[in-house]
């Protein structure tokens, strides 16, 4: 298995465009999670789903962030319209069993709003 | 409070040295996970327990489920081993890994 897939890897943008991000999971895996790493706040969990269903996303940062999950082996994270302090690595992972199963991350998207 | 302490924060050490670095948590937790992430890179997951040890070539985690502490060990450590460790938990309430803030170890030749 390649793994979880993000793309793209660096994406860089400007103020008020529309920005999606990309993520493949590992095949068999059944939940999905997207996080967010910045320097002052770490990692943190923006939403996650199980069976392709938004489980939680009380972590997501305002309306401007939507994410989707269309296909089991396909989901998007949309930042619309994009600001400056959306500025992070964003990390997809997914797992086969949210609590005690092997945990897989993405190699994140570098997202540069300027 | 963050649920997750982590120490200490930043670590240098010469190549060769016994590295430790520790995690305490103050929930309930199902199992807890070690990571490694290398500047610019993505994340890796070295270990999951919920308990005892376990060991991966030099790597070796520990977890006391009663203290509510884990610790990661690096034998003869090598400056490849150079990245940021995070502990993250998965509590017995939570549905994602709760994230410490991180230990950045640099090892010099």
């Known amino acids: 298995d390649a793994g979880v897939i993000q793309s793209p890897r660096h994406e860089v943008t400007e103020m008020g465009q529309e920005v999606t991000l990309r993520c493949k999971p590992i095949s068999g895996h059944d939940y999905l999670f997207w996080y967010r790493q910045t320097m002052m706040r770490g990692l943190e969990l923006l939403i996650y789903?199980?069976?392709?269903?938004?489980?939680?996303d009380s972590g997501m940062p305002e309306d401007r962030f939507s994410a989707k999950m269309p296909n089991a082996s396909f989901s998007t994270l949309k930042i619309q319209p994009s600001e400056p302090r959306d500025s992070a690595v964003y990390f997809c992972a997914s797992s086969s069993n949210r609590r005690t199963g092997g945990y897989t991350f993405g190699s994140g998207t570098r997202l540069t709003v300027v | 409070k963050n649920e997750v302490e982590q120490s200490p924060q930043n670590l240098t050490a010469q190549e060769g040295e016994f590295i430790t670095i520790n995690c305490s948590y103050s929930?309930?937790?199902?199992?807890l996970h070690w990571l490694q992430q290398h500047p610019g890179g993505g994340i890796v997951s070295l270990f999951m327990?919920?308990?005892g040890k376990k060991k991966h070539g030099r790597l070796i985690a520990t977890i006391n489920i009663q203290e509510k502490h884990s610790s990661l060990h690096i034998t003869a450590s090598h400056p490849r081993d150079s990245a940021v460790y995070i502990c993250a938990v998965f509590s017995n309430s939570g549905y994602a890994l709760n994230f410490g803030k991180g230990t950045s170890l640099l090892v010099t030749p």
């Open positions: 789903f199980n069976n392709n269903v938004p489980i939680d």
């Open positions: 327990l919920s308990s």
């Open positions: 929930v309930g937790i199902s199992a």
